[in-house]
């Protein structure tokens, strides 16, 4: 006996059979059935097999986005005038195309037989320019890159996401709502670890893409591993709350230091032991022992470093892609955005469209996996030729700055204030601590402004001063 189910005959569908399924659906169209607004946004050219349903599916597709009435007899003239899209006995096929038309119910379901059918097509084309592909070292990344995106589109091609009505997102908002008054923390994002930065973006929220900028030397690069060592510790404290089995981590993509570097900063961070200490290795018995208790706090510490130094979009999109398979990226650092490759799809790209096309893929990648993505990027030297009173930074100081101001969703900067100086400004452990103002420029669904930090340079730690000022952007 036969224990093939229904859904097993759905796939066993013949090509002949799908084509007739095809046919069918045209009729539709030609007579103005129910579910024309469906065929319409459901299904495009290529999703059918046979030429001749393919060639009048288009003309009727033309039909509509002209704003052209259309029927048996109207279709007819038209071939009849257009030698090109002609094919062997084109008035007798749809003549018998139409009168195939008969109120059909389940003219959803042929949608789907006539999709699935296609994708499974399309996957057959591709196992062939798999086999057909030959990948050389050179152009190696690109050509997975392109690969990769082409599977992407076969297996997002099934449905058109559902356009909702204002109640259904409603109804989905107030439930978001519910959840945040319910909760015990505060913040509904990421915690950057000081108090009067979260109270402007009430931490860094999944989906954000976040610009941190400064020239260089500022110490961008410091004030991140504070906010990643601080995300961590808060995640760390939060262990048992958590509310899914995956491990919630921060990443870091370092193309600037290594590993070992980025490391030798947590530690002093953490110890209070200067860098130049741990780097010299001349340590008295107080500094071993505050090194020791931090290497062993962070032993267990949620934090990921990816040290590549020739890192491209496509290495980071595969890499947190491998990642989210079992674990909740909380916070990702990419040091920095001018030195990530792009996919260079266009041979003539300049890096101004590079840039560009690195900044789109970063905040589609922050959307896609819900992460908050901070992008540490380079200011002009614009700045630099300003004068002393305007060195403020501004937004058109972001080199390539049109994208990324575009597609990010905060863009922050870091400046220098004062020095924390005695009266006769000697003291090198006061000229180590430097006034930096953290400045929110750009801030699409919150509050721009600006607190106030002190940066203790000798151990790359930033501490939370106050806060100053902010207002509603």
């Known amino acids: ?86 094919f062997n006995n084109y008035r007798e096929y749809i003549i018998q195309t139409n009168v195939k038309f008969t109120h059909q119910q389940n003219i959803i379901q042929f949608i789907d037989i006539i999709k699935n059918a296609s994708i499974k097509r399309k996957f057959v084309d591709f196992a062939q320019t798999l086999n057909s592909t030959s990948i050389d070292i050179i152009s190696s990344r690109e050509k997975l890159w392109s690969l990769e995106q082409e599977f992407l589109n076969i297996t997002n091609n099934k449905k058109s996401k559902e356009i909702e009505s204002i109640g259904k997102i409603v109804q989905e908002f107030s439930k978001k709502l519910e959840q945040i008054s319910n909760q015990t923390e505060l913040l509904t994002g990421t915690t950057s670890g000081y108090a009067s930065i979260d109270k402007i973006t009430n931490g860094f929220q999944g989906g954000d893409l976040i610009i941190l900028a400064a020239r260089p030397g500022v110490g961008k690069t410091a004030l991140a591993i504070n906010f990643l060592v601080n995300a961590t510790k808060n995640i760390l404290e939060n262990k048992n709350n958590q509310e899914n089995d995956k491990d919630k981590i921060a ?30 290795g001349q340590l008295d018995s107080l500094q071993t022992s505050l090194i020791t208790d931090a290497i062993s706090n962070l032993y267990n510490l949620p934090l990921y470093i990816d040290d590549s130094s020739d890192l491209s ?68 030297r614009k700045i630099e030729e300003r004068k002393a009173e305007g060195r403020k930074p501004m937004l058109s100081d972001l080199r390539e700055s049109g994208a990324i101001e575009q597609d990010a969703d905060l863009v922050c900067f870091i400046n220098y204030k004062d020095m924390i100086n005695n009266e006769n400004n000697s003291s090198k452990q006061d000229l180590n601590n430097v006034v930096v103002e953290f400045i929110i420029a750009k801030n699409r669904n919150g509050a721009i402004g600006s607190v106030d930090l002190v940066f203790n340079k000798s151990i790359s730690k930033y501490i939370d001063v106050s806060f100053t000022n902010f207002k509603n952007n």
Do not use: W
């Open 251 to 280: 990443l870091m993509f370092s193309m600037e230091m290594g590993n070992l570097q980025v490391c030798q900063r947590i530690v002093s961070i953490e110890s209070g032991v200067e860098i130049s200490a741990t780097k010299t």
């Open 1 to 86: 006996m036969n224990n093939t189910n229904k859904n097993d005959s759905k796939e066993d569908i013949n090509e002949e059979s799908v084509f007739e399924i095809e046919r069918i659906v045209l009729s539709h169209i030609l007579n103005k059935g129910k579910f024309i607004e469906d065929i319409f946004l459901q299904l495009q050219p290529s999703d059918f097999g046979s030429y001749e349903n393919r060639n009048i599916f288009i003309n009727l597709l033309n039909f509509k986005i002209e704003g052209k009435d259309f029927d048996l007899l109207s279709l007819i003239n038209y071939y009849d005038d257009n030698s090109e899209m002609q």
């Open 313 to 380: 979009i496509i290495d980071i999109q595969s890499k947190i892609k491998q990642m989210s398979n079992d674990k909740e990226i909380k916070l990702l650092v990419i040091d920095y955005l001018q030195l990530l490759k792009g996919a260079k799809t266009n041979i003539n790209m300049n890096r101004q469209q590079e840039v560009a096309s690195i900044s789109r893929s970063l905040k589609s990648l922050a959307r896609q996996y819900n992460i908050p993505v901070i992008a540490i990027a380079q200011l002009s």
